[in-house]
């Protein structure tokens, strides 16, 4: 367990120190940035990065705030409403993927033996299929889960 509390808060403390995102913000804008038009409803995006639907739009309010993001009202139902990455969003998003990079090959590849990153690639995204099998959000939005990841690409498992 101590891995499960200690990393995740040492990537969120790089993030938001080297690119003024929390992993919670990084997470929301990388999930828009794969989305069809980069839009996703409320509670898609809520199910996509594992927040409460509370959670999710306070987070999104202060992206918006921040230029990152704009909700819209669906076409299909005025009732739901989407949120859609600006262009601001989407830069920020690639300045703050190096920073995420280095932070997880700083906190966990780099303290790594080479020959342990394959087999560790491989067993994490064994895990993340069939945690992703069981979740119908997936699915309903026409994602797939992605190819696993082989030893020459290790960005993958980031």
């Given at each position: 367990m101590r891995i499960v509390t200690a990393l995740p808060s040492r990537l969120d403390?790089?993030?938001l120190r080297g690119a003024g995102l929390t992993a919670?913000?990084?997470t929301t804008l990388l999930q828009l940035s794969e989305a069809p038009n980069h839009e996703l409803r409320m509670t898609d995006l809520a199910r996509a990065t594992g927040l409460s639907a509370s959670r999710t739009s306070r987070l999104v309010d202060?992206?918006?705030?921040?230029?990152?993001?704009?909700?819209?009202?669906s076409s299909a139902d005025a009732?739901?409403?989407r949120a859609r990455m600006t262009t601001n969003g989407m830069a920020k998003l690639r300045f703050a993927r190096p920073v995420h990079l280095e932070s997880v090959r700083r906190r966990l590849?780099?303290?790594l033996d080479a020959s342990s990153v394959g087999p560790l690639a491989d067993a994490l995204s064994a895990v993340a299929r069939q945690l992703e099998r069981g979740s119908r959000w997936r699915t309903h939005l026409g994602i797939s889960p992605p190819d696993p990841p082989t030893v020459a690409s290790k960005r993958t498992i980031i």
């Open positions: 403390t790089d993030l919670s913000a990084y202060d992206l918006r705030g921040r230029g990152l993001v704009t909700k819209v009202a009732r739901t409403m590849i780099n303290n």
